[in-house]
């Protein structure tokens, strides 16, 4: 799965982005809804995000700073995981490996 899809899934960050690119503007447009589609079936998420972002005539390039710095990462971390399983499954494997192991007193 393309972390992409999980960027479409966060849909907060569309309008900090640009104003123009709304849920609606989005679906009327493109045909499907970030907000409640399951967004790991689309085969291509870069090519939706690059096309959501023309919507304000911007453009989606892998690595962008723009989009890292608009995402919502509270909304990534508590939200989002409920409706993407493999978001879910990462969070969880970054989670015990960023958790020191619990401390074990001698006798």
């Given at each position: 799965m393309e972390v992409e899809a999980?960027?479409?899934s966060e849909v907060t960050h569309f309008e900090r982005i640009d104003p123009v690119i709304k849920i609606e503007?989005?679906?009327l447009s493109l045909g499907f809804d970030p907000s409640a589609d399951d967004l790991s079936l689309r085969p291509t998420?870069?090519?939706d995000l690059d096309a959501c972002y023309q919507?304000?005539?911007i453009r989606y390039e892998k690595g962008s700073v723009r989009t890292t710095?608009?995402?919502?990462?509270?909304e990534i971390f508590a939200v989002l995981p409920a409706r993407i399983p493999y978001l879910q499954k990462f969070i969880e494997l970054l989670d015990n490996f960023l958790t020191l192991p619990a401390p074990t007193f001698a006798d």
């Open positions: 999980w960027f479409l503007a989005i679906r998420p870069a090519i919507l304000a005539n710095n608009a995402l919502d990462y509270l």
